[in-house]
T-cell receptor, first 112, second 115 residues
Framework: GNSVTQMEGPVTLSEEAFLTINCTYTATGYPSLFWYVQYPGEGLQLLLK?????DKGSNKGFEATYRKETTSFHLEKGSVQVSDSAVYFCALGPSNDYKLSFGAGTTVTVRA | EAGVAQSPRYKIIEKRQSVAFWCNPISGHATLYWYQQILGQGPKLLIQ????????DSQLPKDRFSAERLKGVDSTLKIQPAKLEDSAVYLC?????????????FGEGSRLTVL
């Protein structure tokens, strides 16, 4: 079945550092890929998405590219801020509905 | 635009007791989901509704969990009797339709502790 494996945390960085969170997936067909973020005290919210191979999703300085050949969707940001401290979830959706399979989440803490 | 509303935010009960969680989705969203998020894990889908019909409840432990969405708007998730392993955050989400690649909108969750 569909599954997502993402980098274990926690990850602690200094402000302006480069952030990468690895995500790989196993799926049949042509899934969509997502990154959701959960800021402290808030609900999960969509950060970015890509619906087909080689698509790049981007938002708030974050980027992720859908790589079919490596079954990956790694999240990157070139210069993190304290406000980026959150839990990040990689998720995979099948091609015909919204049933999402989530990774375990990666906690990121950015220090000033 | 109002987001997905959930209540209560926190609930502590003894094992074998019952509990109910309520969700009000974003207005106009036809699809509603309940997810269970155990500490240290990603959310796991329990049940998906399209309007007031169940689309997928394959991972709902039906011997103790039940959910309904009678008028195609609000939904209630019930656990009876609760077990220790039910301690988790219960997330409600909604979406406008089932078009591939769309966005789910999540509530803040209801945190359940079973003692």
């Amino acid at each position: 079945g569909n599954s997502v494996t993402q980098m274990e945390g926690p990850v602690t960085l200094s402000e302006e550092a480069f952030l990468t969170i690895n995500c790989t997936y196993t799926a049949t067909g042509y899934p969509s890929l997502f990154w959701y973020v959960q800021y402290p005290g808030e609900g999960l919210q969509l950060l970015l998405k890509a619906t087909k191979a080689d698509d790049k999703g981007s938002n708030k300085g974050f980027e992720a590219t859908y790589r079919k050949e490596t079954t990956s969707f790694h999240l990157e940001k070139g210069s993190v801020q304290v406000s980026d401290s959150a839990v990040y979830f990689c998720a995979l959706g099948p091609s015909n509905d919204y049933k999402l399979s989530f990774g375990a989440g990666t906690t990121v803490t950015v220090r000033a | 635009e109002a987001g997905v509303a959930q209540s209560p935010r926190y609930k502590i009960i003894e094992k074998r007791q019952s509990v109910a969680f309520w969700c009000n989705p974003i207005s106009g969203h036809a699809t509603l989901y309940w997810y269970q998020q155990i500490l240290g894990q990603g959310p796991k889908l329990l049940i998906q509704f399209q309007n007031n019909g169940v689309v997928d409840d394959s991972q709902l432990p039906k011997d103790r969990f039940s959910a309904e969405r009678l008028k195609g708007v609000d939904s209630t998730l019930k656990i009876q009797p609760a077990k220790l392993e039910d301690s988790a955050v219960y997330l409600c989400a909604s979406s406008l339709d089932t078009t591939t690649g769309g966005e789910l909108f999540f509530g803040e969750g209801s945190r359940l502790t079973v003692l």
